[in-house]
Nanobody
């Protein structure tokens, strides 16, 4: 099982980035994929998730209306489009595999990528 994130970088406030999470080594349709982030000195928090059962999406309140999650099942890849970025969005972004309904807690996500750094300057 492998999850590989890409697309992070340095961007000014108000800018956009698109993160990608390429999955391999398992049946993609059997699992939800979620994006988490962790800022220095803070706990890891879930940002967004997409269910493999019905494609339903979840967003943390802090990113609603700015971030969009999507899935390309043909490429086994999940994307996170991040618009109107704020300095508080800065952190390491991880994708992880979890229960197919997308409702699992952090501890139910069993495989994680290595993370990609997102830095938003003010």
């Amino acid at each position: 099982v492998q999850l590989v994130e890409s697309g992070g970088g340095l961007v000014q406030a108000g800018g956009s980035l698109r993160l990608s999470c390429a999955a391999s080594g398992f049946t993609f349709d059997d699992y939800a994929i979620a994006w988490f982030r962790q800022a220095p000195g803070k706990e890891r928090e879930e940002v967004s998730c997409i269910s493999s059962l019905d494609g339903s999406e979840y967003y943390a309140n802090s990113v609603k209306g700015r971030f969009t999650i999507s899935s390309d099942n043909a490429k086994n890849t999940v994307y996170l489009q991040m618009n109107s970025l704020k300095p508080e969005d800065t952190g390491v972004y991880y994708c992880a595999r979890g229960p197919p309904d997308g409702l699992g807690s952090l501890y139910e996500y069993d495989y994680w990528g290595q993370g990609t750094q997102v830095t938003v300057s003010s």
